[in-house]
């Protein structure tokens, strides 16, 4: 018995210890930084500065190196697990068709000269292209949007031939900067990390945004063989190899640095790309128009854009809940925050301080129909659609900018279309422009590079506006350049240029057919959150007639048909037909809501007719009733 | 007027009820346009039927001992002697009283939700109100139709 008790004792240690060490080991994958200790003071970031190799860095290294993010905030932030987020994940991670969620805005390939505007992404959205489906390599693609990257993603990858992984040994990654969003400092400069971009600094990039760094040089100079850890002049005097200079007293007595680091993002810091400008024929200054409800109200971008360590962060769509792991995304929606929850169930409304709704006298049927930001987000539209800007597709906050509202590429907005999900939004479109081979009804884009040096050679003579706007293309121009490409380029089925919802090609003779609506010229739309207005400049605030009108912008407005084509330049399509409903039945609704205050004269009368005998008849009745109660005949 | 009154009230019935039970979605598109059209004329009609009817149909002595009854029970008195009942007559009056007292809670239930008046709880109340009020109507309308073409063909 003795000798049972023992054993049963010695089999059971190791179920009192493992417990214990599996705890240990979880604990152990999450760094310092990864897990809040529960005080919502922000620690202080007086850290050691640590190179891509690992080395801490001190003011009289030399050869001075940039602080690597991955290495410094690495050190305390699982740096592995920040990069499968959102913002870094795309074309590098694979998250699952379904965890890309709903289409958003595309970085555009705009190019005037060759009469392109084409939206491309790492992420599967349907409508888009890949960028090496339009030539674009990865080091490309970084030189031309790695301005309003974050990092991260692809621009980690080493690239795909021998001549771009040595570029990227002289360049450097593009890592993850953490201080695009993190940075607190006032000093913080995210239009140098654009700028260090197109010198290709990789490197460098993330370094040169803060204010005790200063970047100088360019790694787009250096040889293939540059090695920046052991820097040679380059021979060309007037080439300056790429270095860094820290300020002077940057560096405490321990060669730490203080960062001035933010978990809760300020608003600026997203602004950087997510800016947005309508240009309504007004002055499209900022001191003109209002912010988004929710920051005049006291919020901030992350308030509902929120994210763990995992950096999944909440888009804040209906739906997302089914696609994301985010736990709080189902009640960081319009929805999650300004309604209540299902009965019974714990209460979420009000969430954020968000007023719930009454929606005062509109029928229940609109909710089933409509977006909540049909009616309440993006600009009050207009009898014609209007160009807007954005940071990504405009290069919005970098030096140099083109200010000028026709340049490329061209994003109209708002237009109201039907989402998949069958309800009505408010989207920005572009009208895709390129150059592509079809065989069969397979429409390929030819390379950027292809276009360029073949087009761009036939469209040479054209004067192209100051504006950034593209030329006017004949039909003349539209033939040459076909016939060009097709004799230049290795053209497996036929070349042909979509535009404006068309595709052109050239019949057997050799003159130019137009096929509209083709759906390889779709146009490429993403729905608009923001700006949210508030209750008192909703659609519909005033009367029914805001959308239920004959001329209500909301079914006819216009929807301009961009394209630089001369013939049909100036066309327009209208709103309705990109709600997927029958022309003359909206207008037909429309104008019945011109009888509308008729219908309620005429029922409220016919009530109170009903009402009176009623209660006529009833009022004798009860003279009969009270009669025969007190025995009268 | 009866006649456009029935024709109407099938419209309505038709348009209102066929989306909902047959199709699972609220009504829209051009039968919400036919709905809507033929509402205030329905209306009207109920109103005018009510004005030219409600004094033939008001329920008097010889409809029924049935209520007699009542009334003595509830005064404590003896009724005397019994008439024999009216016949559908009766049922006739009943029902018409009863379509008039559902044409308001019918009518009012919609027309208040089209003034910004009440928010979405109670627009949901209200298309409630309307439905069920709706179907018990249109009951109480198809049993009066069959007593009055019964009455018409005695």
């Known amino acids: 018995m003795r000798r049972i008790l023992i054993l049963t004792g010695i089999l059971c240690l190791p179920l009192l210890v493992c417990p214990w060490r599996v705890a240990a080991a979880e604990s152990e994958q999450k760094m310092l930084g990864d897990e809040s200790d529960g005080s919502r003071a922000h620690p202080i970031h007086l850290i050691p500065l640590m190179t891509e190799e690992g080395e801490k860095v001190s003011p009289d290294d030399d050869p001075l190196l940039p602080f690597s993010t991955s290495k410094t905030c690495g050190a305390c932030h699982s740096y592995s697990t920040v990069t499968k987020g959102w913002h870094f994940n795309a074309g590098v991670v694979d998250i699952g068709i379904e965890a890309h969620g709903r289409v958003g805005q595309p970085w555009i390939l705009a190019d005037a000269r060759t009469g392109i505007q084409i939206p491309i992404s790492y992420r599967p959205w349907p409508g888009v292209f890949k960028p090496e489906q339009v030539g674009l390599s990865r080091l490309l693609f970084l030189k031309i949007f790695g301005r309003h990257i974050p990092g991260g993603g692809v621009g980690e990858q080493p690239g795909e031939e021998p001549s771009q992984i040595m570029r990227s040994m002289v360049s450097g990654k593009l890592e993850a900067n953490c201080l695009s969003c993190h940075d607190a400092d006032p000093g913080h400069n995210q239009a140098e990390y654009a700028a260090q971009v197109v010198r290709e600094n990789f490197r460098w990039a993330a370094a040169a945004t803060c204010s005790f760094a200063a970047v100088t040089g360019s790694a787009k100079d250096m040889p293939d063989t540059y ?81 763990g360590i995992d950096h999944n962060i909440i888009r804040g769509y209906e739906g997302e809940a089914d696609v994301s792991a985010n736990r709080l995304s189902a009640t960081s929606s319009c929805k999650g925050c300004h309604l209540p929850g299902e009965p019974g169930a714990e209460p979420t409304a009000g969430r954020l301080g968000a007023p719930v709704p009454e929606h005062l006298g509109l029928p229940p049927v609109h909710f089933e129909r409509l977006t909540c930001t049909a009616c309440h987000s993006g600009p009050w539209p207009g009898e014609k659609t209007y160009l807007a800007k954005t940071s990504m597709a405009h290069r919005l906050g970098t030096v140099g900018v083109n200010k000028s509202a026709e340049a490329l590429p061209h994003v109209l907005a708002p237009v109201f279309a039907k989402q998949d999900d069958g309800k009505i939004a408010p989207h920005k479109l572009i009208w895709p422009a390129f150059w592509a081979d079809m065989k069969d009804a397979n429409v390929t884009p030819i390379g950027f590079d292809a276009v360029r040096q073949t087009v761009g050679k036939v469209m040479a003579k054209h004067e192209l506006p100051a504006s950034g706007d593209w030329p006017a293309l004949s039909d003349e121009n539209i033939v040459e350049a076909l016939k060009a490409l097709a004799a230049e380029q290795k053209i497996r089925g036929k070349a042909v240029y979509i535009s404006g919802g068309s595709l052109y090609s050239l019949n057997g003779s050799g003159q130019l057919e137009k096929e509209m609506d083709h759906p390889a ?45 001369a013939a049909v330049r100036d066309s327009a399509r209208e709103m309705s037909e990109f709600q997927d409903i029958d022309a003359t039945y909206a207008k037909a609704f429309a104008f019945s809501f011109v009888f509308r205050p008729m219908l309620k004269i005429v029922a409220l009368c016919s009530c109170a007719v009903l009402g009176l005998v009623l209660l006529l008849y009833g009022l004798r009745a009860l003279r009969c009733v009270v009669g025969m109660l007190s025995g009268q005949d | 007027m009866y006649l456009v009154a029935v024709v109407c009230g099938a419209v309505l019935a038709i348009t209102g009820f066929y989306p909902v ?23 009207a009609c109920m109103a005018a039927l009510a004005v030219m009817w409600a004094g033939r149909c008001r329920f008097e002595r010889f409809d029924c001992p049935l209520t007699a009854r009542l009334v003595s029970w509830l005064g404590g008195k003896e009724t005397g002697d019994e008439v024999a009942c009216g016949g ?15 044409s308001l809670p019918l009518i009012l239930s919609i027309v208040l939700s089209m003034f910004p008046l009440f928010g979405t709880h109670y627009q949901n109340l209200f298309l409630g109100i309307h439905r069920y009020v709706a179907a018990v109507f249109v009951l109480a309308a198809a049993l009066h139709m069959v007593l009055l073409f019964r009455t018409r063909s005695k």
């Not at chain 1, 216009?558 to 630089?564: E, M």
């Not at chain 2, 559908?88 to 559902?102: E, M, P, R, T, Y």
Request: proline share 7%; glycine share 6%.
């Open chain 1, 521 to 565: 010229a779709r146009p490429y739309m993403w729905p608009i959150a923001h700006d949210v207005r508030p209750a008192a400049q909703a659609l519909g605030v005033r009367y029914c007639t805001d959308c239920h009108a004959t001329d209500a912008p909301f079914f006819f407005g216009a929807v301009a048909v961009d394209t630089p084509v």
């Open chain 2, 88 to 102: 559908s007559g009766v049922g006739q009056k009943a029902l018409f009283w009863l379509l008039i007292v559902l």
């Open chain 1, 227 to 307: 090695d920046p850890m052991m820097p040679e002049p380059p021979d060309d005097p007037k080439l300056v190899a790429p270095a860094i200079a820290y300020r002077a007293g940057a560096f405490d007595s321990e060669k730490r640095v203080l960062l001035n680091i933010e978990r809760e993002s300020a608003a600026n810091r997203c602004y950087f790309c997510h800016s947005n400008m309508y240009i309504d024929g007004n002055d499209a200054e900022k001191w003109s128009s209002d912010e988004d409800i929710h920051l005049t109200a006291g919020l901030t971008c992350v308030d509902c854009h929120r994210n």
């Open chain 2, 21 to 43: 039970l047959i199709k699972g979605e609220h009504i829209s598109g051009y039968l919400m346009m036919l709905h809507a059209t033929c509402a205030p004329v329905f209306a």
